[in-house]
């Protein structure tokens, strides 16, 4: 596709469980990054990979939370132990590169920890 | 602590009104300030950036003015239609870092009245 495909778009799960999100960036993109957005704030920094290797994670919450992106296309966001906490939007972007002046995001994957 | 500070948080606007969303910063290192809109259900698409060497960028009805000594900055849209209404998200990155991590304000929720 030409956008940024994320999935699932709803994922629903109980506290304790393990959770794997997708996203597949824009065809060509070298920077992809993933943001959590809670209700009514903005998009919170989580992780960049430039290529396959994760340039910045740190926001990342803590250990429960892991990304990778093993052919520098497609990522996943690991989350284990999922708490009730976790539950919001989780954004995925890409970019052609630093400085191009322009994030393209996913439509996100709403997660729900009951 | 809060880098990016918006407001207001909500704001209703009759058809053909102006709509002033402002924000301001506190890291100086900051030198790219984008504004993003995000549909319900969508992810935030880039609207309109502006980098502090200008004082004003306009593109069609969205402006952005820029105070670097106030370290202010803020949205402007002329002439609002309902098709505007969505969240506004100001955000600040310093681009000449070793990765392009945006910093977002917390969303202003935009209705236009017809």
């Known amino acids: 596709g030409a956008g940024v495909s994320q999935t699932p778009s709803n994922k629903v799960t109980e506290k304790g469980k393990y959770v794997e999100l997708r996203c597949d960036p824009i065809?060509?993109?070298?920077?992809l990054y993933w943001y959590r957005q809670s209700l009514g704030q903005g998009p919170e920094f989580l992780i960049y990979f430039q290529g396959t290797g994760a340039a910045d994670d740190s926001g990342l919450p803590n250990d429960r939370f892991f990304a990778v992106r093993p052919e520098g296309s497609v990522s996943t966001l690991k989350i284990q132990r999922t708490e009730r906490g976790d539950s919001a939007v989780y954004l995925c972007?890409?970019?052609?590169?630093?400085?191009?002046?322009?994030?393209?995001f996913g439509e996100g994957s709403r997660l729900t920890v009951l | 602590q809060q880098q990016v500070k918006q407001s207001p948080q909500s704001l209703i606007v009759q058809k053909g009104g102006i709509s002033i969303i402002n924000c301001a910063y506190e890291n100086t290192a900051f030198d790219y300030f984008p504004w993003y809109q995000q549909f319900p259900g969508k992810g935030p698409a880039l609207l309109i950036a502006?980098?502090?060497?200008?004082s004003e960028k306009k593109e069609g009805r969205f402006t952005i003015s820029f105070n670097k000594s106030a370290k202010q900055f803020s949205l402007h849209i002329m002439d609002s239609q309902p098709g505007d209404s969505a969240t506004y998200f100001c955000?600040?990155?310093?681009?000449?870092?070793?990765?392009?991590?945006?910093?977002f304000g917390k969303g202003t929720l935009l209705t236009v009245n017809p």
């Open positions: 065809s060509g993109h070298t920077a």
């Open positions: 972007a890409s970019s052609a590169g630093l400085n191009t002046g322009e994030l393209f």
């Open positions: 955000a600040a990155v310093n681009s000449g870092g070793s990765n392009y991590k945006l910093t």
């Open positions: 502006i980098r502090p060497d200008v």
